[in-house]
């Protein structure tokens, strides 16, 4: 894995995602487009070294990245 940490960014469109919310719904929400929340979903990706929206969401639980916390936070 890359030592990179991720972003807050990255974090939360991960966090929105994880809750099943589309790119486009993400974007909506966070007030960006839906190809920025892609681009972070795909920085995500290349930093925990996995391909694909879900084992990057897999792998930032794994790694503590995501936690309950986190995801309480971004849906208040």
């Not at 991720?6 to 966090?15: F, G, I, P």
């Not at 990706?45 to 694909?52: A, Q």
């Amino acid at each position: 894995m890359n030592s990179t940490p991720l972003s807050r960014r990255e974090l939360q469109c991960l966090a929105w995602v994880s809750c099943g919310k589309t790119s486009w719904e993400t974007g909506c929400i966070l007030g960006i487009s839906e190809s920025t929340v892609n681009f972070h979903l795909r920085n995500a990706c290349r930093k925990l070294n996995v391909y694909g929206r879900q084992a990057c969401i897999a792998q930032a639980w794994r790694l503590g990245l995501l936690t309950p916390s986190i995801l309480a936070r971004e849906t208040e």
